[in-house]
């Protein structure tokens, strides 16, 4: 079948429409983008262990995207499922924000199966557009209409750039296709072409949040309505992520000698700006900004030192664990309320054992703390910035994540050393599987380790 490699694309934007064309409650919608993102992932998963391209090489389907994609896919129906219940908290009777939701991961999928910079701009601007309504979703907000804005100029901004570094690579090689990108002889063209990659580079970085173009992350996450906070920080940091791997590894995969001091760089700056930046947040949306920023830049490193496995293996488990911790965020109900307060986790381990001993797992698994899982996705990084022969910035990058334990350690000391102070309402049930599926991978995912390795050897290659 011709659509075959698209098929799930064109799955989640059926879903999207249908929503939207609707009129739904916020449940429904949600319901129905939830079947779409279901039937979306079996077609992902049906493609599994084939290469196949769509329109002429533009889009291509490949072990990478599968992988991606399948896990893209599951983090964003959490993010919907997050979403119907806040807005039934807020009594919101608005049913475009499932649809929107589907939109932009529809543009995900696309710009993560990019084989051309032609279509990874439509899925990078399909992507976007809906994100920038969602950020300003709380209309009457002050908070809300202020991150949408950001986000729009942040968008701008990165497009623009972008733009101007695909025109000066298509300039200096006659094509955007990553294919004949590769196979060309860039010797000649090597100065100017360079300038074109640091431009695609810097727009890639103004939307994934790194150092320092990372100002306005941390705006834009604590206006941003909760969910839609939490969709930032675990399904469209993958997506935009995965999609600039690609890029590095693909097309640029013989400039090492560009990328490694690039992306090292941008990595230890995020760490470290993202490491500084917690110590001193009180609010949790801005905490998890930093947090995403810091984790980010070891992504990015993973990319540069370790290709499509480490990079995978990191990310895939971090997404695991950032989702658990913005699950904690939308659980911090007091009353009628939803605090933003980390103080409100306070005394909470004394209050709820059960509820205490889960978040203390997904921090520390946030934390990297041995055994749990977050350590060995930060020792998989570490091994193979070792074997790429960049010790220094393995030691920078471990040095960085240290930092924040004293954040980490703190909040799980307040939880149990501390009388409680507020009385939180009972989880949600999305939050509550969210929370025991982060806090369940932090503790068993270990024993699996040497399994689930050799699984993303296979399927990334």
């Known amino acids: 079948m011709i659509f075959k490699p698209i098929l799930p694309e064109l799955l989640v934007l059926a879903t999207a429409l249908t929503a939207l064309m609707s009129q739904a409650s916020p449940r429904k919608a949600a319901r129905i983008v939830l079947a779409g993102f279901a039937l979306a992932l079996t077609a992902v998963l049906s493609l599994k262990g084939q290469k196949l ?37 807020k009594r919101f009777s608005r049913g475009e924000y499932a649809a929107l939701i589907a939109f932009s991961v529809a543009g995900m999928m696309l710009a993560v199966s990019a084989n051309s910079f032609l279509m990874l701009f439509l899925g990078l601007e399909a992507m ?22 950001k986000a729009v100029m942040a968008a701008l ?17 006659g094509t955007a296709d990553f294919a004949r990108i590769a196979v060309a002889d860039k010797s000649a063209v090597m100065p100017a072409l360079l300038i074109g990659v640091s431009f695609v580079t810097a727009g890639f970085f103004i939307k994934a949040g790194q150092s320092p173009f990372h100002l306005w992350l941390p705006d834009v996450y604590e206006g941003a309505p909760a969910p839609v906070t939490a969709f ?12 600039f791997a690609r890029v590095v590894i693909v097309p640029f995969g013989d400039i090492g000698f560009y990328w490694h001091p690039v992306l090292e760089t941008v990595a230890v700056l995020s760490v470290f700006g993202g490491a500084l930046g917690l110590l001193v947040q009180t609010n949790i949306k801005r905490f998890a900004a930093y947090a995403v920023v810091m984790t980010n830049g070891i992504a990015v490193a993973a990319a540069a030192m370790g290709g499509f496995a480490a ?3 990191f990310i895939g488990i971090n997404t695991v664990l950032l989702t658990g ?5 939308l659980s911090l109900r007091v009353g009628g309320d939803l605090s933003e307060e980390l103080k409100v986790l306070k005394g909470q381990g004394r209050a709820n054992a059960e509820r205490g ?15 749990l899982a977050g350590f060995w996705a930060y020792f998989a990084v570490w091994k193979a910035g070792f074997e790429s022969g960049a010790a220094v910035v393995v030691v920078l990058l471990a040095i960085g994540n240290i930092l924040p334990a004293y954040v980490f350690l703190k909040i799980v000391r307040q939880m149990y050393f501390f009388d409680p102070s507020d009385e939180l ?18 503790v068993f995912l270990p024993f699996f380790l040497g399994g689930v390795g050799h699984l993303i050897e296979q399927t990334v290659w």
Do not use: N
Not at 128 to 149: C, V
């Open 128 to 149: 976007q557009t809906p994100l920038i309504f969602l950020t300003a979703y709380k209309r009457h907000g002050e908070r809300s209409t202020e991150a949408g804005i």
């Open 357 to 371: 001993a889960l978040y203390s797992l997904v921090f520390l698994g946030l934390l990297g703390l041995p055994p």
């Open 157 to 173: 901004i990165s497009s623009g750039l972008w733009l101007f570094g695909v025109s000066v690579i298509y300039a200096c090689l």
């Open 232 to 243: 930032y920080g675990t399904t469209v940091r993958l997506a935009v992520l995965s999609a």
């Open 325 to 329: 911790l913005f699950a904690v965020m």
């Open 425 to 442: 309402s009972p989880a949600p049930e999305p939050m509550k599987i969210a929370i025991v599926s982060s806090a369940a991978t932090s």
């Open 53 to 89: 391209f769509f329109q002429g090489g533009l889009f291509v389907s490949d072990a990478f995207a599968v992988t991606i994609k399948s896990v893209l896919l599951v983090s964003a129906a959490f993010s919907v499922s997050f979403g119907a219940d806040w807005l039934a908290y």
């Open 311 to 313: 990079f995978v293996l």
